[in-house]
């Protein structure tokens, strides 16, 4: 299998894949109903599978599907089962836990591996503030009725104004379900750059709250760092993009919803890979050049609304 560098010497074999830039939430960190302007055309299911099978044979070994909220599409079971018949077999997917009955029980059969939701408050009207939707009840459903089955993440926006006072019931809410928290700073991206200033908080801010913590290694190359919180007898992960960046270490790559090929969550110039759809080579090629292109570390702000190029 071949195997996919950058220009300095990072392994890149970790995929997220937007495939929708719709979403039936408006987070406030994300974005506004008036940003719900005219889509650019959405790849078909076909190219997205064109796409999943080239970066497979550039040794692509982890997918995170992605979007928007992904499983807005009716084909999403399709696409993962397809990643998965191609031997990819570590496939996760990012979702607002927005689910039903039926897509709960699609996802318990299918080959995902992981399923992180994304839950920033436990207080029914917090939630409604923040996502616009009245969807606590149904969320923390989708999360107990998906943790016996599928390894669930909780990935929590660090807000000010919103979380900072609940941190300890988040961690508490976690460990009675076993499954995975992780804290994200707030990233300068789009329209939370709006909010940013008042509402950043950092993961020193709030490791500073635990008298005993301490950082756990870990094998896996990942975004986040994890931390044993003696007080809880838990161990919570913290993503600090803004405060402690990754780059170094980084060995991602993002298709966005529209096909285009970004090397960074931060960067404004892609590669549109539906112009290489017809040429497996060819495709194969133009990746291969552009992601020896990526830059050691990122810039520091972005324009790109999260929900267009994959969250």
């Known amino acids: 299998m071949m195997k996919m560098f950058d220009g300095y010497s990072r392994k890149i074999d970790y995929l997220r894949l937007s495939v929708t830039d719709r979403c039936n939430f408006f987070c406030m960190y994300c974005r506004t109903k008036d940003l719900c302007y005219e889509r650019a055309e959405q790849l078909s299911k076909g190219e997205i599978f064109r796409i999943i099978s080239a970066f497979k044979k550039l040794g692509i070994q982890k997918l995170r599907i992605t979007g928007g909220e992904p499983f807005l599409r009716d084909d999403i079971f399709e696409i993962i089962e397809f990643a998965h018949s191609i031997g990819i077999e570590n496939i996760n997917i990012t979702t607002n836990g927005w ?25 029914k009207e917090k939630y409604r503030f923040v996502t616009g939707i009245d969807g606590l009840d149904k969320v923390l459903t989708a999360i107990d ?10 990935n929590t926006v660090l807000i000010r104004s919103v979380n900072l006072d609940e941190i300890e019931d988040l961690i508490s809410f976690a460990k009675k379900r076993d499954v ?13 750059k709006q909010i940013f200033e008042d509402e950043f908080v950092s993961k020193d801010e709030v490791i500073k709250r635990f008298k005993g913590i301490k950082e756990v290694s870990t094998k896996e190359v990942s975004a986040a760092k994890y931390y044993y919180v003696e007080d ?26 529209t096909g285009v090929l970004y090397n960074c969550l931060f960067d404004k110039n892609g590669l549109n890979l539906k112009d290489f759809l017809d040429d497996e080579n060819l495709l194969i090629k133009k990746m291969e050049d552009f992601v020896k292109t990526k830059k050691l570390i990122r810039s520091l702000k972005s324009d790109m609304p999260m929900f267009k190029i994959g969250g």
């Open 99 to 123: 689910l039903d009955t039926e897509k709960i029980k699609k996802v318990i059969k299918s080959p995902l591996k992981s399923v992180n939701i994304s839950l920033d408050t436990l207080d």
């Open 145 to 154: 009725k998906l943790r016996d089955h599928k390894r669930v993440k909780i």
């Open 180 to 192: 995975i928290i992780r804290f994200i700073e707030l990233m300068p991206i789009s329209i939370a």
């Open 232 to 257: 809880f007898d838990y161990t919570v992960g913290f993503i600090s993009s803004v405060s402690d960046h990754f780059c170094k270490t980084c060995n991602k790559i993002r298709v966005s919803s």
